[in-house]
């Protein structure tokens, strides 16, 4: 097995969101990849085994094992185009969320990945008391989506982590409409052990599709507030998101 650490939606060291990535050349127990992404304690390590054509790819928190994470598809894939394919434009994997395709172009990598599928929900007591700011909408899929007025208030937020583990949804995601870009957003999923995530793929595929609707736009520069922070461009094509980003080695 080799290891990396990428930072992803990001082309500059220290920003974006880590991920490690473990390529191997045949699967371990679960219980040791579990033991690996614990002693890491990254929000996400991947685990990749190629099988054929394709890249088998599973991902890992600290808290367990989640069955979709855009940041660790993204730095699987840098890993691989660098380090494995370097002749290939195109790489398939392999998941529980079925195939998902990355390409490279140029210094960004695309993911194809599918939309999830909301639906509103009542903004009730206990979302505004985890929050501290009551929402003005909320929907909810495998996670829950939280919409504010106003990009300060998503800053601004400091939410209350035992509360919201008390909250329906895996993750839990808030946004507003932003100034410079399409929308801001934050993630957290104290659930898994992750009290605030920094840049998020798979939030977007939920994300992304409320505003493509609210704007009317197909295209999305979205941006995800962390401290860390990290951009993200988006195309809303029906039941399907794809999410370009960059990607740089930390080790």
């Keep these: 097995m080799k290891q990396y650490i ?26 040791l990849m579990q033991n690996i992404a614990k002693e890491n304690n990254f929000s996400e390590t991947a685990f990749t085994v190629k099988e054929g054509d394709n890249y088998h790819l599973r991902w890992f928190t600290p808290g367990g094992e989640i ?44 993911m194809d990945m599918p939309a ?22 909320a929907y909810l899929d495998r996670d829950l989506l939280m919409v504010l007025e106003t990009e300060d208030q998503v800053k601004n937020l400091s939410p209350d982590i035992e509360k919201m583990k008390l909250l329906e949804g895996l993750t839990i995601a808030v946004t507003s409409p932003g100034r410079e870009y399409d929308s801001v957003s934050r993630v957290f999923v104290p659930k898994l052990a992750i009290s605030e995530d920094p840049v998020t793929g798979s939030s977007h595929c ?8 609210k704007l009317g736009k197909k295209e999305l520069n979205c941006y995800q507030a962390s401290e860390r922070g990290g951009e993200l461009k988006i195309k809303v094509l029906g039941d399907r998101v794809k999410i370009a980003g960059k990607a740089v080695l930390f080790s």
Aim: net charge negative; with cysteine.
């Design 206 to 213: 939920m994300i992304a599709p409320y505003w493509s609707e």
């Design 116 to 137: 999830y599928n909301c639906q509103p929900v009542p903004v009730t007591n206990e979302m505004e008391d985890a929050l501290g700011v009551k929402p003005i909408e």
């Design 6 to 31: 990428v930072d992803a939606f990001t082309d500059i060291l220290f920003h974006g969101n880590q991920a490690a990535v473990c390529v191997m050349d045949e699967w371990i127990s679960d219980e």
């Design 67 to 110: 069955d979709f994470c855009g940041h660790a598809t993204l730095g699987a894939s840098f890993v691989l185009f660098n380090f494995y394919e370097k002749e290939k434009n195109e790489i398939s994997f392999v998941t529980q969320v079925g195939k998902l395709i990355v390409t490279r172009e140029k210094d960004e990598y695309v």
